[in-house]
């Protein structure tokens, strides 16, 4: 069969050795799962990142359907010296979604892996291969009326918890924190080896979903943001579902009013009062949320002014902060706690609460309700509309959970957004002792010159934010390289210790988190 | 399309106890790989109509438009502006000519109304 010539090739492969590549995976995958043409490529390369698509092209795409052909793959791609990118889902919308670290990396693509393996009702767990959706989930504890309740991100409907939680995202109910409620991994390593962490090597166990810490080292993290492994299998713990929840949504009419909300709300996190993952949205995200549009309300170009937002406040009822947050448990615990939380509200003397009776199917209160009670939606899709064109990145610097903190934060990356002509459309995520301030970078990305500008301003986000000691807890695969110096030169040695120790070919989405042993000099 | 059935579901779920309740409450795997999607129904109801459906409102309408199996295509393929692209392996060309007949099945939207006279803006200017 005559090989047509590949339009893009791996990084420092030949067209021959390419096609030799090729011809062995389908000899693995069968012809229909190896995907060359530019056709079946194009939809890996849809990205919301202000390059062009040319810099995060794929070379192929590899379907695979068992953990056997996983195996065969990495062994061929190590004979070849072909990088191999794997997605789970390829929802990892604003972080590079599908398309590969870099460009010509062939991608692995696991959605057709879509098994829920079990679901553990009583203990209260699920093990899952890495195409399963959260919505796939959802469906499936709704039919089989189990009482357990799904964590998720915004994406939910459409994202799966392998993806999501290799990526250390994070939801809004009790247990938002996703990477901490991961329990047992399945890894395929570069050399072929299948590595189960945690009790998954004692053969006969019955706990690997049960106990995470196994004996010895536990490594289940150092696969996470990584590019050490295949992860073919996770387990997660599942919420038992509370027989009462109660959402409700607490308005704050002023930005300076955000240091008394976070130093009010980190001793209900920190005592469990409020268990869920609170969220603080800014006026432009909840704008957004619920299909309000920048054209509606600004024709100019450039950022909203202050005046347009005061008075979107003023049009909408929405609030210069926007809080949501539920509670969990029996009506006797609920009714304690939503005392205590009500008492402080009061006592702090600014807050219009609302309740779900209060606000019906008012969007955006719905989907966030939602959301923390883990039904899946995709009404966060809306932010998108807001200025339009499809260009979104998250900068999503970690903060303390602490109000003077929040508002500089806020202050900061005000101030070099509209300094770019771009909003601040930013929620903080509040845990116990820290907040994932999450902000989107949404820009237009058919408009030339508004994409370069993005660009400036996201490295000038980064650059300012490390000068007082912020930094990122994930980004997008533009500029995982530039984050990846954030922390430091030894966490980097370490890093690339370790990928030589266990991918000295560099064959597994090398670039990922900025680890890749053919660019990396020790400094 | 058949694959081997993993031992580990096999085997934890069939250890599932005597009692009926236990049977529920520990379920079962599923079964082997079905059909990506068994109707365009489920396929819209799962995926595209999470933004397109009318009383969502994040992505444009589709229902009763007549839509062909080709445009549908072309955009879930492509995507456009922020509406992801989807490849095969998550929605293929057999479940898009389902999506097409089942969109034509649905009625079309009541023309809207006239819209009320745009809101001022006021402070647009800085």
Redesign the interface.
């Known amino acids: 069969m005559t090989e047509p010539t590949n339009a893009v090739l791996p990084r420092g492969v030949t067209q021959e050795e390419f096609a030799e590549a090729l011809e062995k995976f389908r000899a693995v995958l069968g012809d229909a799962n190896v995907l060359v043409r530019s056709e079946q490529l194009v939809p890996y390369n849809k990205i919301m990142m202000p390059v062009e698509n040319a810099a995060h092209a794929p070379s192929a795409a590899l379907t695979a359907t068992t953990v056997e052909q996983i195996q065969e793959i990495v062994k061929i791609c190590n004979a070849h010296r072909i990088p191999v990118y794997p997605i789970s889902t390829g929802r990892n919308f604003g972080y590079g979604s599908a398309a590969p670290v870099q460009r010509g990396q062939i991608i692995l693509d696991l959605k057709k892996m879509n098994k829920i393996i079990k679901i553990d009702a009583e203990m209260c767990y699920a093990l899952v291969e890495p195409g399963v959706t959260y919505g796939q989930l959802y469906n499936y504890i709704q039919e089989n009326k189990l009482p357990v309740m799904l964590s998720f991100s915004a994406p939910s409907a459409i994202a799966g918890p392998v993806g999501n939680t290799m990526d250390r995202g994070v939801g809004y109910t009790p247990y938002g924190e996703h990477f901490m409620m991961q329990c047992g991994m399945e890894v395929v390593l570069a050399n072929g080896d299948v590595y189960r962490t945690g009790m998954g090597g004692v053969p006969g166990s019955n706990t690997w979903q049960i106990f995470k810490w196994g004996y010895g080292p536990t490594l289940d993290g150092m696969f996470t943001q990584a590019n050490y492994g295949i992860c073919t299998k996770m387990g997660f713990w599942l919420m038992p579902k509370p027989p009462v929840f109660k959402p409700f949504e607490v308005i704050f009419e002023n930005e300076e009013d955000i240091v008394e909300i976070v130093d009010l709300l980190r001793p209900l996190r920190m005592s469990g009062t409020i268990p869920n993952s609170v969220v603080i949205a800014s006026t432009l995200w909840e704008a957004g949320s619920a299909h309000l549009t920048r054209a509606q309300y600004v024709s100019e170009p450039g950022h909203t002014p202050d005046s347009v937002i005061r008075q979107m406040q003023k049009d909408t009822g929405m609030g210069a902060w926007n809080l949501y947050a539920a509670l969990y448990g029996t009506r006797e615990q609920v009714d304690v706690n939503w005392k205590i939380v009500t008492d402080a509200f009061r006592k702090l003397g600014k807050g219009r609460i609302v309740t779900q009776e209060e606000a019906g199917d008012k969007q955006p209160f719905k989907y966030r309700a939602e959301l923390m009670s883990g039904v899946p939606n995709l009404q966060e899709f809306g932010l998108y509309n807001w200025r339009g064109g499809g260009g979104s990145m998250w900068f999503a610097p970690v903060s303390e959970a602490r109000g003077s903190e929040c508002r500089k934060q806020a202050a900061l990356a005000k101030r070099i957004l509209h300094k770019h002509g771009l909003d601040y459309v930013a929620e903080f995520i509040v845990a116990p002792r820290d907040m994932h301030h999450v902000i989107d970078v949404l820009y237009n990305r058919t408009d030339a010159e508004e994409t370069r500008r993005a660009d400036a301003c996201f490295n000038e986000l980064l650059d300012e934010f490390e000068k007082e000691g912020y930094a990122v807890y994930r980004v997008n695969t533009r500029f995982q390289e530039r984050v990846a110096r954030s922390y430091g030169p030894v966490k980097r040695d370490v890093e690339h210790a370790i990928k030589r120790a266990l991918d000295p070919n560099n064959v597994l989405a090398p670039g990922r988190c900025g680890i890749d042993l053919d660019s990396y000099r020790k400094s | 399309?058949k694959?081997?059935r993993?031992s580990?579901?096999l085997k934890?779920?069939l250890v599932t106890g005597a009692t009926v309740s236990?049977a529920?409450?520990?379920?079962p795997?599923?079964a082997d790989?079905q059909p990506q999607w068994r109707s365009g129904a489920e396929l819209y109801n799962?995926?595209c109509g999470?933004?397109h459906k009318p009383e969502?409102?994040?992505?444009t309408v589709l229902q009763g438009r007549e839509l062909p199996v080709e445009y549908l295509k072309v955009m879930?393929?492509?995507?456009?502006?922020?509406?992801?692209?989807?490849?095969?392996?998550?929605v293929d060309d057999a479940a898009l000519a389902e999506l097409s007949k089942y969109l034509a099945s649905l009625p079309p939207l009541p023309p809207k109304p006239t819209p009320p006279p745009a809101?001022p803006?006021?402070?647009?200017?800085?």
């Open positions: 399309m694959r081997p993993d580990i579901s934890k779920t236990l529920v409450l520990v379920a795997a599923l790989q799962n995926v999470y933004c969502v409102g994040v992505g879930v393929r492509n995507g456009f502006n922020a509406m992801p692209a989807f490849p095969a392996s998550y809101k803006r006021p402070g647009a200017s800085p």
